[in-house]
């Protein structure tokens, strides 16, 4: 692949839901890019992008990779609070050592900027909404835990070895394109399924819990801001969502026309609601896409 004047990039977790979205959108810019991953739908893989079956957990094969790369962004993560809870140690090996691992080689490769991937499940449970970057964070399962400390090994080494870092904590990303195969998939996408197969929708307690909902595409926009803006580098978190949120009865009824049944509520916060202001300060950032057309574009796209 010819050599571009933007340069090389390198996106861990490329072949993922929101992995895959940023690829196509960085090699529209016009950067060579390259991806970190386990290819699992290659119908997801850009062509233009070149892709390396390649695991962070080891860092002698992630280091020819991310050497001479501009930016790279940071995916690449075993996700989920319920599935941190049931195998606490392989999400703490990719999550925690697997990050350790891409900062190492960015730090010896001389990178021009990490964006690293974080979660607003390092809020937990607030007494006080919307949650704020400032807030003390209180995870309620070990993937909340491993992705703030991603986020504070990101901070240590903009301090210490001069890497320029930021991390996104995104709030419930959503979108086309989801692996309807992956254990955990939004409610959203879960919601359209079963539409589709004309099956009951789920809902765990009463439904009345909120979520802030954020489209992948403002997501992948606000990555390539991150990369970018002159206002961060020092391992800043910033949260990336709507500044809105909806509870999962009214996600059920804007999907709409299944029976719906309840059942026993699950650990995990009651609420999530970002504040923004930090994204719009410091990246110019802030969402596009209201959740009302993103659902009509996915009921579209599923044709229901």
């Not at 979108?175 to 879960?190: A, K, N, S």
């Not at 916060?269 to 504040?275: C, F, K, N, R």
């Amino acid at each position: 692949m010819k050599n571009n004047k933007k340069g090389k990039v390198v996106v861990t977790g490329g072949c993922g839901f929101i992995g895959s979205y940023l690829v196509d959108a960085l090699v529209k810019e016009g950067f060579t890019v390259h991806i970190i991953g386990k290819s699992k739908n290659k119908k997801a893989l850009h062509n233009k992008a070149v892709f390396h079956n390649a695991n962070i957990c080891n860092l002698k094969s992630i280091r020819p990779i991310i050497k001479g790369a501009r930016f790279v962004f940071h995916l690449a993560s075993v996700v989920g609070e319920q599935y941190s809870v049931k195998q606490p140690t392989l999400s703490n090996r990719v999550n925690i050592n697997g990050t350790l691992n891409v900062l190492l080689a960015c730090q010896e490769a001389g990178v021009e900027r990490l964006v690293y991937s974080s979660s607003s499940a390092i809020y937990g449970n607030q007494s006080k909404l919307p949650h704020r970057e400032d807030m003390l964070p209180n995870p309620s399962a070990p993937y909340g835990i491993q992705k703030y400390t991603g986020e504070l090994y990101c901070k240590i080494w903009s301090e210490l070895y001069k890497l320029s870092t930021v991390s996104l904590r995104y709030f419930s990303v959503y979108g086309p394109r989801p692996d309807l195969d992956y254990p955990r998939t939004l409610v959203i996408d879960r919601f359209l399924k079963n539409k589709m197969d004309d099956k009951v929708f789920h809902i765990l307690g009463n439904g009345k819990r909120t979520r802030d909902f954020i489209n992948v595409r403002d997501v992948v926009r606000a990555n390539i801001l991150a990369a970018k803006s002159k206002k961060v580098g020092k391992g800043e978190a910033i949260n990336i969502g709507t500044g809105k949120n909806y509870s999962i009865n009214e996600i059920a009824k804007l999907i709409g026309g299944n029976k719906i049944k309840h059942l026993p509520s699950k650990f995990g916060p009651t609420d999530t609601l970002a504040d923004i202001s930090k994204a719009k300060k410091l990246l110019g950032w802030q969402p596009k896409i209201k959740l009302e057309d993103g659902i009509k574009e996915l009921k579209k796209i599923w044709k229901i």
